[in-house]
């Protein structure tokens, strides 16, 4: 099972005027999803794919080896894998 970037609990112009829905359409959805479509590349064909994103980021947490995975998965908000 893949990671995916939740949906936002609120519209996107829930924030205006102080941040406008298509900064937040760019942050969100292109910037937050690139983190995940990433994650989901570093992964994918390994024991690592299958883990909780809990349990991925404490697995990959000071590993060198596997920073790409650790940053792209850390506090991106992802959801996945149970």
């Known amino acids: 099972m893949a990671f995916e970037l939740p949906p936002l609990p609120y519209p ?3 924030l205006e005027p102080h941040i406008s829905a298509q900064t937040l359409d760019f942050h969100y959805g292109k910037h937050h999803q690139a983190y ?4 989901n ?10 883990q909780r994103i809990e349990e991925l980021i404490r ?4 590993d060198s080896s596997k920073t790409a995975i ?4 850390g506090g991106r908000g992802c959801r996945g894998n149970g």
Do not use: D, H, Q, R
Not at 36 to 39: A, D, H, I, Y
């Open 36 to 39: 995940v479509t990433n994650l």
């Open 59 to 62: 697995s990959t947490y000071n």
């Open 41 to 50: 590349n570093a992964v994918k064909g390994t024991p690592l794919e299958n």
């Open 12 to 14: 996107k112009n829930a």
């Open 70 to 73: 650790f940053n792209n998965g």
